[in-house]
């Protein structure tokens, strides 16, 4: 059964890259996209995802001010923040929000299936960036 992914990204081109794109070649099923804080609880509500690949930086809401209230309407759904940022300050603020983990965007194309995957079983996952600057 694939891992159910939430992908939550104020950057259209992101979100569509074909970097997203391949996780439906694995174990993964995108069922849902979001481009701030406040669609991605109403997305989580609503979907229920398995793993919720949560941008830090959104408008309006931003994505360590939305992982609690993701927890609060969909109690199941780990979070697998998505950042440019790598400082331990950032690392630790969203990790004391509720998220299990921490992918640096650079890192993305080495690392996000991994990421996901190991999100989805519910295991702590940082990216190699995060790895080398911490």
């Known amino acids: 059964m ?3 992914v939430l992908i939550v990204e104020d950057s259209e081109a992101v979100r569509r890259s074909g970097l997203f794109h391949a996780t439906r070649l694995h ?3 995108v069922v849902g996209e979001a481009r701030d804080g406040f669609q991605a609880i109403n997305q989580s509500s609503a ?3 398995d793993v919720i690949l949560l941008d830090v930086s959104l408008p309006n809401l931003s994505g360590i001010e939305a992982v609690p209230r993701i927890h609060q309407v969909s109690p199941e759904s780990k979070v697998l923040m ?5 400082s331990a300050m950032a690392i630790s603020a969203a ?3 509720g998220a ?3 992918l ?3 890192d993305a194309g ?4 991994a990421g996901l995957r190991a999100t989805g079983q519910g295991e702590a996952f940082f990216s190699s960036g995060v790895a080398a600057q911490n």
Do not use: E, M
């Open 2 to 4: 694939p891992v159910r």
């Open 27 to 29: 174990d993964f099923h």
């Open 47 to 49: 979907l229920q995802p």
């Open 82 to 86: 998505f950042s440019l940022h790598n």
């Open 95 to 97: 990790l004391n929000a």
């Open 100 to 102: 299990l983990g921490y």
């Open 104 to 106: 640096v965007k650079s």
């Open 110 to 113: 080495r690392d996000l299936l």
